[in-house]
């Protein structure tokens, strides 16, 4: 079964770092695309980053100059590097992977960032 991983989640002051991980199981195939989402309680589902298998990047404007997405040298591995945290980033981040010719979209379970003022 394919199935993604997250981790880095935790608790950090504004304008500190965090480093999400996500690691992608099950699949002798690459992702086409993968990406981070977040959630905050109440709210919508949102993209933060994604990345393709050509690393083409693309952020959400909220997070540009703050947060770089990459992939990792082992296969359908995913990074985010999270600079000049605000309290506004607080949620569950969930590593997101397209996969095949359909786009089959794979979750992972969620990591939760908490950024306190």
């Known amino acids: 079964q394919v199935h993604l991983v997250e981790s880095g989640g935790g608790l950090v002051q504004a304008g500190g770092s965090l480093r999400l991980s996500c690691a992608g199981y099950g699949s002798i195939f690459s992702f086409n695309v993968m990406g981070w989402y977040r959630q905050a309680s109440g709210k919508q589902r949102e993209l933060v980053a994604t990345?393709?298998?050509?690393?083409?990047?693309n952020y959400a404007d909220s997070v540009k100059g703050r947060f770089t997405i990459s992939r990792g040298n082992a296969k359908n591995t995913v990074y985010l590097q999270m600079n000049s945290l605000k309290p506004e980033d607080t949620g569950a981040y969930f590593c997101n992977g397209e996969l095949g010719y359909y786009r089959t979209a794979y979750w992972g379970q969620g990591t939760q960032v908490t950024v306190s003022s």
């Open positions: 990345i393709t298998r050509g690393n083409s990047t």
